[in-house]
């Protein structure tokens, strides 16, 4: 039986069905070997030959496939279609060939297929190929690209900015856009400006609104009306006027659908619908293509197959009507940069398949599928149908002109069915008309039918309002509120409005910016997004990505002194040479050796560098951030504790970075990067909140945040008595008491019932916990510090020691058997989150995954990709050694050189477990 070969035990179990007893299906679990993270494994001497080290994890994968291979001396290799499943194949012959599975008689072949039908599986079948040489160099060259970037100026970064993690060539590219857009928030500056409405009504007692659009007979631009003065003086002019409607022009149009999804639309649609991050749409994404539910999910093409358009077209015409289905069918063309990687775009496999009838209990994959069945539907369906109008409605001196527009919807067409979501909201010109005829009068409308609309107003912005103005809007000609003025007689209503900054990035709007400056591919941007957010570089609040200090700090750093490789053009230029590459235009070596040329040059140049120097010039380039003006005028810059010294970026010896005082020792003012823009609390150090006996008892605010101290320095205790801040204590709420409750831990709570020996409260570096002898036990809330009793405190302790050993902890949740390997999966609590756990193997749950949440299949994901990285714990206590002298290696060098012998670009050396490097962008 020939031996076929997929990525994913899901994928061979629903291939091995189409397939047959003919033949044998295995899973190779994703790649099978990659670069050692160590210095040397990219010979940049020798031609870039590469040395490649097969995963522990691997081994028993590659021995199955090479002992199916005994029986049968038939291999075909039926990975995904892309670049990545290319590399995947390749490595996998090149792993096999070296372990002699594979011998001179061996037919060796590859195919691919879009969707994991049983047609597309066997059509597949019948159309065998050699592996595509363009794409496994392009693959090689992106590889050993991310491979030097990593490994070269990672070390620059710890050696020269304590505290950051590492870089990478197309990650670094991101966090700049991100950092870049909150620069301008920072430095926006906001501008007033005010819109006049009037509520009119038809001979027929209709009401229409219209907006002020020209005064004293000329047009107004935005911010021509730009105090409340100018507004309430536009007020009396419209009050002061009789209205007749001068014109009424309607418009015929059309709005086409939105072509069907690739990777980063499907992204973008589910971030907007959803909320979905990147990760969590590719996750849903990738189990809906295992089962044969949707085409393959990682592609740049909006391109659908002859048979896929007409099987739309039917569905179409079965379920909404002729009507609904065009007389030809809808060509799609692709605005991306490049589509090298054109597979069709993200459609069903079965256009009958709604989702009413869709065999998927997760409801993650649930609405994806929603998503992209009525997407892909929409996509060859009629236009919608039209008609705008605009009504322009004049005073008789034509010094005053309003105007309303409104939309009728003639035929809605594939609005029926899904209409695209937008990232930024707008006004719009959607809302309905009444008929309005020209030449007839417009009369104000009644104040007690405009009263409910400054109700609405005047309910909402914040501020306080006088509640007799909202329930008697008539009793005065012009009534104000905080943000508007309204002459409720004549139904006219004036807002106040102020220009808004860029919004910052959330990762649809990311990936769609990515995407329009040519920067990485279909299947890098989820992890892109997802390593920056997980090296501490960026923060997700409210589903908008902001930077962090520590971000903000390499993208400083990088821009000052490698600012041509975090350049958007040079990004998206070597993503085009790549792409030469992949088509077999260009030779990937020639590639490489003019990157490392000029990168190695760069790096050479950084060896002299100071810490001084470098954290000198990312001072000045942070400093409107790290600085920010004061409300009394006075210099950022100058010290608020001795008022002499000025305030500069500093390191600390244990990593990472604070704001000091100049005159060091004398003054040791210091405050955390965070604490700038409305959160620096600094003016509150030093504040004395009372006395205990002959103490003083103060508040602190230092390099790691706010603390409370008892006393002084003496010569006999030049560390008085000090406890921080728990996590969610504010500063500014505070006082002698809670002061003194912090000082006085850990709080004895008493001898322990079984040995006597006493039992403690406290707050440690993890968070609350109590203590017997040397056990700790976490508490879920600060507060329980101070009030824990015994009872309490045996019942948490018992339950520490049960998940030592003994009675297994009791899980959050049962998530149910893993589906390949067996063994129960179930949601724990663990001293540092929750995690999943599976046997020996415990992972750790995604911050923006909830342990009520988690489903079976992210879950089974998790799992495997810990266990692929070593996930139990005898093998990560031997991989600490290899990763500690990996960094020290790294940081002595600062090219990728290795000595002895060189291994060749397909050579598979040594056993050794791998992780995947930090410093890769691509995912596969």
Same mark, same amino acid.
């Given at each position: 039986?020939?031996?076929?070969?997929?990525?994913?035990?899901?994928?061979?179990?629903?291939?091995?069905?189409?397939?047959?007893?003919?033949?044998?299906?295995?899973?190779?679990?994703?790649?099978?070997?990659?670069?050692?993270?160590?210095?040397?494994?990219?010979?940049?001497?020798?031609?870039?030959?590469?040395?490649?080290?097969?995963?522990?994890?691997?081994?028993?994968?590659?021995?199955?496939?090479?002992?199916?291979?005994?029986?049968? /001396? @038939?291999?075909?290799?039926?990975?995904?279609?892309?670049?990545?499943?290319?590399?995947?194949?390749?490595?996998?012959?090149?792993?096999?060939?070296?372990?002699?599975?594979?011998?001179?008689?061996?037919?060796?072949?590859?195919?691919?297929?879009?969707?994991?039908? +049983?047609?597309?599986?066997?059509?597949?079948?019948?159309?065998?190929?050699?592996?595509?040489?363009?794409?496994?160099?392009?693959?090689?060259?992106?590889?050993?690209?991310?491979?030097?970037?990593?490994? /070269?100026?990672?070390?620059?970064?710890?050696?020269?900015?304590?505290?950051?993690?590492?870089?990478?060539?197309?990650?670094?590219?991101?966090?700049?856009?991100?950092?870049?857009?909150?620069?301008?928030?920072?430095?926006?500056?906001?501008?007033?400006?005010?819109?006049?409405?009037?509520?009119?009504?038809?001979?027929?007692?209709?009401?229409?609104?219209?907006?002020?659009?020209?005064?004293?007979?000329?047009?107004?631009?935005?911010?021509?009306?730009?105090?409340?003065?100018?507004?309430?003086?536009?007020?009396?002019?419209?009050?002061?006027?009789?209205?007749?409607?001068?014109?009424?022009?309607?418009?015929?149009?059309?709005?086409?659908?939105?072509?069907?999804?690739?990777?980063?639309?499907?992204?973008?649609?589910?971030?907007?619908?959803?909320?979905?991050?990147?990760?969590?749409?590719?996750?849903?994404?990738?189990?809906?293509?295992?089962?044969?539910?949707?085409?393959?999910?990682?592609?740049?093409?909006?391109?659908?197959?002859?048979?896929?358009?007409?099987?739309?077209?039917?569905?179409?015409?079965?379920?909404?009507?002729?009507?609904?289905?065009?007389?030809?069918?809808?060509?799609?063309?692709?605005?991306?940069?490049?589509?090298?990687?054109?597979?069709?775009?993200?459609?069903?496999?079965?256009?009958?398949?709604?989702?009413?009838?869709?065999?998927?209990?997760?409801?993650?994959?649930?609405?994806?599928?929603?998503?992209?069945?009525?997407?892909?539907?929409?996509?060859?369906?009629?236009? @919608?149908?039209?008609?705008?109008?605009?009504?322009?409605?004049?005073?008789?001196?034509?010094?005053?002109?309003?105007?309303?527009?409104?939309?009728?919807?003639?035929?809605?067409?594939?609005?029926?069915?899904?209409?695209?979501?937008?990232?930024?909201?707008?006004?719009?010109?959607?809302?309905?008309?009444?008929?309005?005829?020209?030449?007839?009068?417009?009369?104000?409308?009644?104040?007690?039918?405009?009263?409910?609309?400054?109700?609405?107003?005047?309910?909402?912005?914040?501020?306080?309002?006088?509640?007799?103005?909202?329930?008697?809007?008539?009793?005065?000609?012009?009534?104000?509120?905080?943000?508007?003025?309204?002459?409720?007689?004549?139904?006219?209503?004036?807002?106040?409005?102020?220009?808004?900054?860029?919004?910052?990035?959330?990762?649809?709007?990311?990936? +769609?910016?990515?995407?329009?400056?040519?920067?990485?591919?279909?299947?890098?941007?989820?992890?892109?997004?997802?390593?920056?957010?997980?090296?501490?570089?960026?923060?997700?609040?409210?589903?908008?990505?902001?930077?962090?200090?520590?971000?903000?700090?390499?993208?400083?750093?990088?821009? /000052?002194?490698?600012?041509?490789?975090?350049?958007?053009?040079?990004?998206?230029?070597?993503?085009?040479?790549?792409?030469?590459?992949?088509?077999?235009?260009?030779?990937?070596?020639?590639?490489?050796?003019?990157?490392?040329?000029?990168?190695?040059?760069?790096?050479?140049?950084?060896?002299?560098?100071?810490?001084?120097?470098?954290?000198?010039?990312?001072?000045?380039?942070?400093?409107?951030?790290?600085?920010?003006?004061?409300?009394?005028?006075?210099?950022?810059?100058?010290?608020?504790?001795?008022?002499?010294?000025?305030?500069?970026?500093?390191?600390?010896?244990?990593?990472?970075?604070?704001?000091?005082?100049?005159?060091?020792?004398?003054?040791?003012?210091?405050?955390?990067?965070?604490?700038?823009?409305?959160?620096?609390?600094?003016?509150?150090?030093?504040?004395?909140?009372?006395?205990?006996?002959?103490?003083?008892?103060?508040?602190?605010?230092?390099?790691?945040?706010?603390?409370?101290?008892?006393?002084?320095?003496?010569?006999?205790?030049?560390?008085?008595?000090?406890?921080?801040?728990?996590?969610?204590?504010?500063?500014?709420?505070?006082?002698?008491?809670?002061?003194?409750?912090?000082?006085?831990?850990?709080?004895?709570?008493?001898?322990?019932?079984?040995?006597?020996?006493?039992?403690?409260?406290?707050?440690?570096?993890?968070?609350?916990?109590?203590?017997?002898?040397?056990?700790?036990? /976490?508490?879920?809330?600060?507060?329980?510090?101070?009030?824990?009793?015994?009872?309490?405190?045996?019942?948490?302790?018992?339950? +520490?020691?049960?998940?030592?050993?003994?009675?297994?902890?009791?899980?959050?949740?049962?998530?149910?058997?893993?589906?390949?390997?067996?063994?129960?999966?179930?949601?724990?609590?663990?001293?540092?989150?929750?995690?999943?756990?599976?046997?020996?193997?415990?992972?750790?749950?995604?911050?923006?995954?909830?342990?009520?949440?988690?489903?079976?299949?992210?879950?089974?994901?998790?799992?495997?990709?810990?266990?692929?990285?070593?996930?139990?714990?005898?093998?990560?206590?031997?991989?600490?050694?290899?990763?500690?002298?990996?960094?020290?290696?790294?940081?002595?060098?600062?090219?990728?050189?290795?000595?002895?012998?060189?291994?060749?670009?397909?050579?598979?050396?040594?056993?050794?477990?791998?992780?995947?490097?930090?410093?890769?962008?691509?995912?596969?």
């Amino acid at each position: 039986m020939p031996v076929v070969v997929v990525e994913s035990p899901a994928k061979a179990k629903t291939i091995n069905k189409y397939l047959g007893s003919d033949y044998t299906v295995l899973a190779s679990y994703g790649h099978v070997r990659d670069l050692p993270p160590k210095d040397g494994s990219v010979d940049t001497e020798q031609g870039f030959e590469m040395t490649w080290e097969v995963a522990s994890d691997s081994k028993k994968h590659v021995k199955a496939i090479a002992d199916a291979l005994k029986e049968d /001396n @038939a291999l075909i290799l039926a990975t995904d279609p892309d670049r990545e499943g290319e590399a995947i194949s390749w490595h996998l012959e090149e792993t096999l060939r070296a372990r002699r599975a594979i011998k001179k008689d061996t037919a060796v072949s590859r195919v691919v297929f879009n969707a994991i039908t +049983k047609s597309a599986v066997t059509e597949a079948m019948k159309n065998p190929r050699d592996i595509d040489e363009p794409l496994v160099h392009a693959y090689l060259a992106r590889r050993a690209l991310d491979y030097l970037v990593g490994f /070269n100026l990672s070390p620059v970064l710890w050696r020269k900015l304590p505290g950051a993690k590492s870089a990478g060539r197309v990650q670094s590219v991101c966090l700049r856009l991100i950092v870049e857009r909150e620069m301008e928030i920072e430095a926006f500056r906001a501008r007033e400006y005010w819109t006049v409405s009037a509520q009119f009504a038809t001979p027929r007692g209709q009401i229409y609104e219209a907006r002020l659009i020209t005064l004293g007979g000329q047009k107004l631009d935005k911010f021509d009306l730009g105090t409340a003065t100018d507004a309430e003086l536009a007020v009396r002019a419209i009050e002061s006027r009789a209205f007749t409607v001068a014109a009424v022009e309607a418009k015929p149009g059309t709005r086409n659908p939105a072509p069907p999804f690739m990777t980063s639309t499907l992204q973008q649609e589910a971030s907007r619908k959803f909320g979905f991050g990147a990760r969590q749409t590719m996750q849903a994404a990738q189990r809906l293509y295992e089962a044969g539910i949707i085409t393959y999910m990682r592609t740049d093409g909006i391109d659908m197959a002859p048979e896929a358009v007409m099987a739309a077209r039917d569905a179409i015409k079965d379920r909404y009507g002729a009507e609904y289905v065009p007389k030809s069918p809808r060509m799609y063309k692709n605005k991306a940069k490049n589509a090298q990687e054109a597979h069709e775009c993200i459609r069903p496999t079965d256009m009958t398949r709604d989702p009413s009838k869709l065999r998927v209990t997760d409801e993650d994959q649930r609405k994806l599928y929603d998503l992209v069945w009525k997407r892909t539907i929409a996509s060859q369906m009629e236009a @919608a149908r039209l008609e705008r109008t605009t009504v322009d409605v004049e005073s008789a001196d034509r010094e005053v002109v309003l105007r309303a527009t409104g939309q009728v919807v003639l035929f809605d067409g594939f609005l029926k069915v899904y209409e695209e979501g937008r990232d930024d909201t707008e006004d719009g010109d959607d809302r309905r008309l009444p008929q309005i005829a020209q030449g007839e009068p417009a009369r104000p409308a009644s104040a007690d039918r405009f009263a409910a609309d400054y109700a609405t107003l005047a309910g909402t912005g914040g501020a306080a309002r006088d509640p007799e103005l909202i329930e008697a809007p008539g009793d005065e000609p012009v009534l104000r509120c905080d943000r508007a003025i309204l002459d409720a007689t004549k139904a006219i209503l004036a807002q106040q409005h102020f220009t808004q900054p860029p919004p910052r990035y959330t990762e649809a709007t990311l990936v +769609k910016r990515m995407e329009e400056l040519g920067i990485g591919r279909p299947s890098t941007y989820a992890s892109i997004v997802t390593t920056i957010q997980d090296r501490g570089y960026v923060l997700k609040d409210k589903n908008r990505l902001v930077p962090e200090d520590k971000g903000r700090l390499v993208t400083a750093f990088l821009s /000052n002194y490698f600012s041509r490789y975090v350049g958007y053009e040079f990004t998206a230029n070597l993503e085009d040479e790549l792409d030469d590459v992949s088509a077999g235009a260009r030779d990937y070596h020639e590639v490489l050796e003019r990157f490392w040329k000029d990168f190695s040059a760069a790096i050479a140049e950084t060896a002299d560098l100071r810490i001084s120097e470098v954290l000198d010039k990312i001072d000045d380039v942070l400093a409107p951030h790290l600085y920010p003006p004061r409300e009394d005028g006075s210099d950022p810059r100058v010290c608020p504790k001795c008022g002499a010294g000025r305030l500069n970026l500093k390191t600390a010896r244990s990593g990472g970075a604070f704001i000091g005082c100049t005159n060091y020792p004398e003054c040791r003012y210091t405050r955390s990067l965070s604490a700038v823009n409305g959160d620096d609390s600094s003016e509150l150090d030093g504040k004395v909140l009372g006395h205990d006996g002959e103490d003083e008892i103060s508040l602190r605010i230092g390099r790691f945040g706010p603390y409370v101290q008892r006393g002084e320095p003496t010569e006999e205790e030049p560390k008085p008595p000090r406890a921080s801040l728990p996590k969610g204590w504010k500063p500014e709420e505070i006082d002698l008491e809670k002061a003194l409750m912090l000082l006085s831990l850990p709080r004895e709570i008493g001898p322990h019932p079984e040995d006597g020996e006493t039992v403690e409260a406290g707050i440690g570096r993890y968070g609350p916990f109590v203590k017997h002898g040397r056990k700790y036990a /976490n508490l879920p809330d600060v507060e329980e510090v101070f009030t824990i009793g015994m009872n309490r405190a045996v019942e948490v302790l018992a339950q +520490k020691k049960t998940r030592g050993g003994g009675t297994a902890a009791k899980p959050l949740r049962q998530l149910g058997e893993h589906p390949e390997k067996g063994g129960a999966i179930d949601v724990m609590a663990g001293r540092y989150g929750p995690y999943v756990k599976w046997e020996k193997v415990n992972a750790t749950l995604p911050k923006d995954v909830e342990p009520e949440a988690v489903t079976l299949e992210q879950a089974v994901e998790l799992i495997d990709a810990k266990a692929a990285k070593g996930g139990k714990t005898k093998a990560k206590a031997k991989a600490k050694p290899a990763a500690a002298k990996t960094g020290k290696t790294a940081a002595k060098k600062t090219t990728a050189k290795t000595t002895g012998t060189r291994a060749k670009a397909t050579k598979t050396t040594g056993t050794a477990k791998t992780t995947k490097a930090k410093t890769s962008d691509s995912a596969g």
